[in-house]
């Protein structure tokens, strides 16, 4: 059960350029989930979906656009990447809503480098 | 605006020593997650806590949500170098994170 894959794991860009992050959950899920995560900051909202074909943005979404055209795949897009997008970005989903006894899984990072 | 702060922001214990973070707000919260993440990997829900007071014991491990659900703690009895990792807790509609307590067992 592979449970959360984000696909690359590591990945270095220059100011400017345009990359597309995947997120793939075989759990069935309704809700996934795009957060940043920075020292000293904690985990921040990006963008979400509640379902397919549905996006909305979370704490943090600017310099950020986001697909959901298979319930399964959330797809986070920088189109001119900036320095300051340096981060490891995390994917998650969940049954349901964050909020109550629904529990987000989460996959493994994704260390973006900005130059 | 981060509504969840953590305290402290880190803690180096040595094995088999006791330890305590805690997670506090402002704001009144209808449940409390905790997640444990090691190095390299993501977040893993340890807990959830729904009822102002309660308490919920997981092997060594003690969470507490406060009477009034503003705030919850995590307590740790005896450490163990698997322990080791950043200790987060999140809660409300978009399930904001608080910045975390890493967490140090020195063997």
């Known amino acids: 059960n592979a449970g959360v894959t984000q696909t690359p794991k590591f990945r270095v860009l220059k100011t400017g350029q345009s990359m597309t992050l995947l997120c793939a959950q075989d759990?069935?899920?309704?809700?996934m989930y795009w957060y940043r995560q920075d020292p000293g900051m904690g985990l921040r909202l990006i963008h979400y979906?509640?379902?397919?074909?549905?996006?909305a943005k979370g704490e943090v979404p600017d310099g950020y656009n986001v697909s959901r055209l298979k319930k399964q795949n959330f797809l986070l897009g920088l189109e001119s990447a900036a320095p300051s997008q340096t981060s490891v970005y995390f994917c998650?989903?969940?049954?349901?809503?964050?909020?109550?006894?629904?529990?987000?899984?989460f996959g493994d990072g994704t260390r973006l480098s900005i130059l | 605006t981060q509504l969840l702060e953590q305290s402290p922001q880190f803690l180096s214990i040595q094995e088999g020593e006791n330890l305590t973070v805690y997670c506090n707000s402002s704001?009144?919260?209808?449940?409390l997650q905790w997640y444990r993440q090691e190095p390299g990997e993501g977040p893993v829900l340890l807990v959830t806590?729904?009822?102002?007071?309660e308490v919920k014991k997981l092997k060594r491990l003690t969470f507490q949500f406060g009477d009034a659900r503003k705030d919850s703690s995590l307590h740790i009895t005896a450490a163990q170098p698997g322990d080791t990792g950043l200790y987060l807790c999140?809660?409300?509609?978009?399930?904001?994170f608080g910045a975390g307590t890493t967490v140090t067992v020195r063997a």
């Open positions: 979906s509640v379902g397919e074909g549905t996006t």
């Open positions: 759990m069935n899920h309704e809700y």
């Open positions: 704001s009144v919260f209808s449940s």
């Open positions: 806590v729904v009822t102002g007071g």
């Open positions: 999140a809660g409300g509609p978009q399930l904001s």
């Open positions: 998650a989903s969940s049954y349901g809503a964050g909020i109550g006894n629904q529990p987000q899984h």
